[in-house]
């Protein structure tokens, strides 16, 4: 018996050592057990199912732009499964029934994109605390909630996009996109070519740095001169600042393009929706499937939209008011830039009106 209990000893040393190895899997069997448990795995900040923000639902189904959203929901107007929420911090899925305004969330649409030419004297705002008109007071009745991907300010006209989805919306936006838009740009004075060395090298003003920007010296008209002016940041009233960092008054500034995307012969006012696929192939978004989502856009548009392989620069300035600024882009197309600009397939430096069409770059004068 004495010889038979060194060996138990020893044999019970062995068993405490296998239960705490068998202790390790019964722990995250206990944790697995309630579903909670298992998306805090997933989500250990807030212990919320797996799926997206919901501030980033409400922006893709059109509700409204994710800061908006977040702002919707601080005033308790979103309801998730029957509860008012008042905070951003929650991940939603498509079993979770949501209400914003009373109203259930509406299935989100696929991503539609338009051209909408601003004239100047509008606020790019939903609403001005000031009074003042917005894009919106002037936008068609028929249009659906849209937002506007950045923005123009009160005094400049040209190229602004319009989506229903928030994820376009701050795809866009993004400085890490590195779309090219390009400006024509009326100045005060009679400046030489080397004067803009400041602007393309990249100024600071006022502590604030801006990346170089592309400048080419089009024509003198009269007092005036006429810029053709690219960058790829839309930081506040850029280009205007910029200008007048080097002595001259900026008294007309017109956006021609975004991108790939141009303003073509769009007149004042006018808002025209790019067809389904343009928005697709220039955007690298998938194809619905199998709903005939296809056929259904390009009848939901304003207009055909022309594809065209020319994306001149306007040529002259035009009449405020009345005929189009930029004259020799009344020829050219309105819309995208054809897929033959090498097929880049969702937004990447270099594509867009400088990457690969026929019109000139922004280095370069536009024909006279």
Known sequence: MNKKTPPAPHTRSGAPGSRPKAKPPAKPRANKGPQGGATSDARPSDGTPEGDRIAKV?????????????????????????DTIDSPALNVTEQDRIIVDGKPLPAAEAPRLWLYHKPAGLVTTNSDEKGRKTVFDALPEDLPRVMTVGRLDLNSEGLLLLTNDGGIKRQLELPSTGWLRRYRVRINGRPQDHEFEPLRKGLVIDGERFQPMTVSLDRQQGANAWLTIGLREGKNREIRRAIEEIGYPVNRLLRVSYGPFQLGTLKEGEVEELRAKVVRDQLGLAAPEGDGEAQKKPQRSNRPTRNSARTDAPKGPGKPGGSKPGGAAAGGPRGAAPPR??????????????????????GKKPQG
């Open 58 to 82: 409400l922006s893709r189904a059109g509700v409204a732009s994710r800061r908006e959203a977040e702002r919707m929901i601080a005033e308790g107007r979103v309801v998730v499964n029957g």
């Open 341 to 362: 600009q090498g097929g880049p397939r969702g937004p990447r430096p270099g594509s867009g009106p400088s990457g690969g069409a026929k019109g000139p770059r922004s």
